[in-house]
């Protein structure tokens, strides 16, 4: 039987103890020792990249975020989805995810870091889309903590609330799309999302490729093409 063998260890910002895994060829990273991904448990993260990109125009330039790296597998997704004109950021807030992927994640996904229409930036998600120009982007795709329920970070709820719904949407152009990933239900933060004015809908989705069931969940919220009304000039009245 192969051995589980540990790779590296890192520290978030709030002091948790990160920690990368390798066992017969496949990845897993830890929190205190407690799973939050693993390459053979991909399909929900491809999942995120498929839908996130799914309302992109062919042909047409536009720009995408990605909010936390990970393993590297919604990148992938949002890359293969994606025409030559699509530019995708990447945001990881913890430099040695990036730093994994570059090195123990390279045959994996990582090598993808190096494409030319792929840009690293290390920082908090919140922090780049809060200066990001307004209708910046066609699509934000956030894979942070274990979704609106933050567990590695505590301020990472803060993308999930009233006025971080309203940032995200004041950051996407007219028909863009918000997809975030999220370990389950969540009620309330589907209503959030409704009372910041997209329009919400909730795709199950396979932790495993295989399985029977969908165990996550994927909140997508679609920013409406505003309508104009055109207005009839009619004749003075003698």
Known sequence: MKPHRLLAEARTPDGGCLTLHEHDG??????????????????????????????????????VLIGGLGLGFTLRSALERSGPDVAVEVAELVP????WNRGHLGALNGHLLEEGRVLVR????????????????????LDIDNGPSAMVQAANARLYDRRGLQMLAAALAPGGRLVVWSAGEDRAFEQRLAQAGFRVETVPVKIHAGARQSAGRLFVGDKEVPTVRASLDRPAMR
């Open 122 to 141: 290390v920082g908090d998600v919140f922090d780049f889309v809060r200066r990001a120009e307004p209708a910046s982007y066609a699509a934000i795709l």
């Open 26 to 63: 496949s990845f897993c990273i830890r929190l205190g020792g407690r799973e939050l991904m693993h390459s053979k448990a991909a399909a929900s993260e491809l999942a995120l990249g498929h839908v996130g990109t799914a309302r992109l125009e062919p042909g047409r330039k536009a720009r």
């Open 96 to 99: 040695a995810i990036v730093e």
